[in-house]
């Protein structure tokens, strides 16, 4: 009894042959699409490049060449750049942003923003409206929040016939 495979093939290609080759970039995203979800947390290259199964040394020199950025480089900009949210539309500190981002100098934080934005995170901030210069609340709704729950006069109660 003759056994061919059911594509009509002799047997002799493996399915790796078959297979259309996935290109490097694919390999890529993966690692980027992991700074991107998880910039918060303290993943580095080296994360970065198990998820896309690749060494640190290939994963790093490929992602420059297709990207034009280091790895790094890119974690980083993405954590500025979220911070740079953060500023505008949040009243935390500085402080608790940056460690918020994943970054754990207040320090090389400050002197990262600076370099990308060209002014301090606090100058940043003064630059944008405050968050609560944002938010928006109809004036009946503040009318009825901001009434007092108390009476402020007494008013006699009614006189109880018997």
Known sequence: M???SP????????????R???????????GKE?????YADPIGVVDMAAAAGLSVAHFSRTFSDVFGETPRQYLLTR????AASLLRNTDRSVTEICFMVGLESLGSFTTSF????RMTPTEYRGAHPPA???????????????RPKNRTFREDPAPRRS
């Open 79 to 82: 954590r500025l750049e979220r």
């Open 7 to 18: 594509s009509g093939s002799d047997g002799s290609g493996s399915r790796a042959e078959r």
């Open 132 to 146: 609560s210069a944002l938010a928006r609340i109809p004036a009946c709704i503040a009318r009825a929040r901001t």
């Open 34 to 38: 992991l700074a991107d979800a998880r």
């Open 114 to 117: 600076g370099r990308m934005y």
């Open 20 to 30: 259309t080759p996935i290109p490097r970039e694919r390999h890529l995203l993966r």
């Open 2 to 4: 003759d056994r061919t």
